[in-house]
Structure formats: structure tokens, C-alpha cells
């Protein structure tokens, strides 16, 4: 067997740094949610079906219940974390200045907490019947 040449330290090799310094840690954190999102998804559609037609109190029973309201957490978490790491991408390739750029992903990462916060919020208002 011969041994692949590389212009990359041993280190680097090891720590699977590249140039950037940050490895292929976003990549899979990207991918591992995206695969995530695939069952919490069909779950979500299945649930929200399950609501249509249903009055207002029966609706807020359903998305109370613990295995529901968990189910929702989890793809809300996941699809808010998946879209700010996408956004912050698309960021970094399109915007070249470094004063929009870094404006540009601080609002990426205020609007995700946002969401997700006032998302999380109203499932757990539902859940906790506060």
C-alpha cells in the first residue's frame, strides 16, 4: 500500500482541521440534523393532520400532552439549529465585506433565537397549561 500524500500536518490530520480551522464539524452537524429532521418532520405533518378539524380546546389538549409536545420541541430545536447553520453558510460564501458580514451573521443568529425561543415558549405555555 502506498501512503497518501498531503500537505496537511499530522495535527491537522488528527483534528481534521482545514483551512478555515473548523473541520468538518459543521458539515456533519448540518447532515446529522437534516437526517434528524426526517422522522421529526413526517411526525409534525402527522400531528398537525391529526389537529385539523378539531376545536380550539381539543387542539390544545393534543400539543399539551408530553409525548406531542416533546416530538414538537425536538423538531422545532433541530429545524431552527439546521436553519441557522445553513443561513450562516449561505453568509459566509455570498458576503465578502467583513462589516456586512458580520452584521449580517449576528442577525442570522439573533432571528434563529427568536424563533426559536418564541416557538419553544408557546409549546411549553401549551404544555405546562401556564
Excluded at 56 to 72: D, F, K, R, Y
Excluded at 73 to 88: A, C, D, E, P
Amino acid at each position: 500500500m502506498t501512503e497518501r500524500k498531503s500537505i496537511r500536518t499530522p495535527l491537522a490530520r488528527v483534528r481534521h482541521l482545514g483551512a478555515a480551522h473548523n473541520g468538518t464539524g459543521h458539515f456533519w452537524h448540518q447532515r446529522l440534523t437534516s437526517v434528524a429532521l426526517v422522522p421529526l418532520t413526517i411526525a409534525v405533518i402527522i400531528i398537525v393532520v391529526g389537529l385539523l378539524g378539531r376545536n380550539h380546546a381539543a387542539v390544545v389538549q393534543i400539543l399539551g400532552s408530553s409525548p406531542v409536545a416533546i416530538v414538537m420541541l425536538l423538531f422545532i430545536l433541530t429545524s431552527v439549529y439546521h436553519m441557522w447553520l445553513g443561513m450562516q453558510v449561505i453568509i459566509e460564501d455570498y458576503v465578502h465585506d467583513e462589516l456586512p458580514k458580520f452584521a449580517t451573521l449576528l442577525a442570522n443568529t439573533f432571528f434563529c433565537c427568536a424563533v426559536g425561543l418564541a416557538a419553544v415558549f408557546a409549546i411549553l405555555k401549551l404544555s405546562f397549561g401556564v
